[in-house]
């Protein structure tokens, strides 16, 4: 299993940035996905997650109405549009499978991430 995420950077408050993880070594169209992300000094915590067709979405508090989580079946990917970006959204972003029947709901293995600097 792997994931491979991309499109961080250095943005503004009040920018925007879409993110991407492409995955592999699953069966993609069966499980849900997430995406987490990991300030300094905090805890990996849930941001978004999206049921296995695409048509349920759920978010955490501090990102709704602002972050739009999206995936592709057919490229196997998972996308994370960030919008009205805040200095408290800076984080390294992973994204993974959801599966209940796992550890911690996900694939042991992790991506590199993609640094995400919300700063002016």
């Known amino acids: 299993v792997q994931f491979v995420e991309s499109g961080g950077g250095l943005v503004q408050p009040g920018g925007s940035l879409r993110l991407s993880c492409v995955t592999s070594?699953?069966?993609?169209?069966?499980?849900?996905m997430s995406w987490y992300r990991q300030a300094p000094g905090k805890e990996r915590e849930l941001v978004a997650r999206?049921?296995?067709?695409?048509?349920?979405?759920t978010y955490a508090d501090s990102v709704r109405e602002r972050f739009i989580m999206t995936r592709d079946n057919g490229k196997k990917t998972v996308y994370l549009q960030m919008n009205n970006v805040k200095p408290e959204d800076t984080a390294v972003y992973y994204c993974?499978?959801?599966?209940?029947?796992?550890?911690?709901?996900?694939?042991?293995?992790w991506g590199q991430g993609t640094q995400v600097t919300v700063s002016s």
């Open positions: 993974n499978l959801f599966d209940s029947a796992r550890a911690g709901n996900t694939a042991s293995s």
């Open positions: 999206v049921n296995n067709v695409g048509n349920r979405k």
């Open positions: 070594g699953f069966i993609f169209h069966n499980y849900a």
